[in-house]
């Protein structure tokens, strides 16, 4: 199992740019997420989904938008990048049980200038 | 509104003593609560946890301690190892409550000297 991937590793976006950051597991969980990390802070929920076709917002979802089209895919969109945007961003799964952990994946680390 | 609370952004141990990490929580509706750890230029992985029915739960060298009345989590590291370098995130969610978001606090770094 790969387990949770992210692509890309790094990006650097100029302001009003777009971008797809994608996110995939192959662990058949029912619940993903995205993070952001931005230095000295914990980890903040931007979206999650419960299940394909599925999402809701977290506790920072302005700038963002997401789909669920399968079980496995998880992509987050940023339509226009703002340097508040700079940040790392995790995507994370889990199964839809109770009492169990999340798996993260590596991170994106982007930059917006 | 911070509802769980990491407030030591960082603690230096030397190797082989203990590793205190504490966190504080202002939900009550929260009843499973997760310790993470994550190495630079990686995301967090699973450390240990434990659900409000239980006020201690170990394994190997980590053990989490939960006290419900006090709205209070630590971890301890028993002895600590230059490798348990790291940060660590405490989490926590309400299952009872749906369950599908999970808090995060700030984080510790942890630094063990050898």
């Known amino acids: 199992n790969a387990g949770v991937t992210q692509t890309p590793k790094f990006r650097i976006l100029k302001i009003g740019q777009s971008m797809t950051l994608q996110c995939t597991q192959d662990?058949?969980?029912?619940?993903m997420y995205w993070y952001r990390q931005d230095p000295g802070m914990g980890l903040k929920l931007i979206y999650y989904?419960?299940?394909?076709?599925?999402?809701d917002k977290g506790e920072v979802p302005n700038g963002y938008n997401v789909s669920r089209s399968t079980t496995e895919d998880f992509p987050l969109r940023l339509e226009l990048a703002a340097p508040s945007q700079t940040s790392v961003y995790f995507c994370?799964?889990?199964?839809?049980?109770?009492?169990?952990?999340?798996?993260f994946g590596p991170g994106t680390r982007l930059t917006v200038l | 509104d911070q509802q769980v609370k990491q407030n030591s952004p960082s603690l230096s141990v030397q190797e082989g003593r203990i590793s205190i990490l504490n966190c504080d929580y202002t939900?009550?509706?929260?009843?499973?609560f997760l310790w993470y750890k994550k190495y630079p230029a990686e995301g967090p992985t699973f450390l240990i946890s434990?659900?409000?029915?239980?006020d201690k739960n170990e394994d190997g060298r980590f053990t989490v301690f939960l006290n419900k009345s006090a709205k209070h989590l630590s971890l301890h590291i028993v002895p600590s190892q230059p490798g348990d370098s790291a940060v660590y995130f405490c989490?926590?969610?309400?299952?009872?409550?749906?369950?599908?978001?999970?808090?995060f606090g700030a984080g510790t770094r942890l630094f063990v000297k050898a």
């Open positions: 994370a799964s889990r199964e839809g049980t109770d009492y169990n952990e999340q798996f």
């Open positions: 434990i659900s409000s029915i239980k």
């Open positions: 989490a926590a969610r309400g299952e009872n409550t749906g369950g599908f978001k999970t808090i």
């Open positions: 662990m058949n969980h029912n619940y």
């Open positions: 939900n009550s509706m929260f009843d499973y």
């Open positions: 989904s419960v299940g394909a076709g599925i999402t």
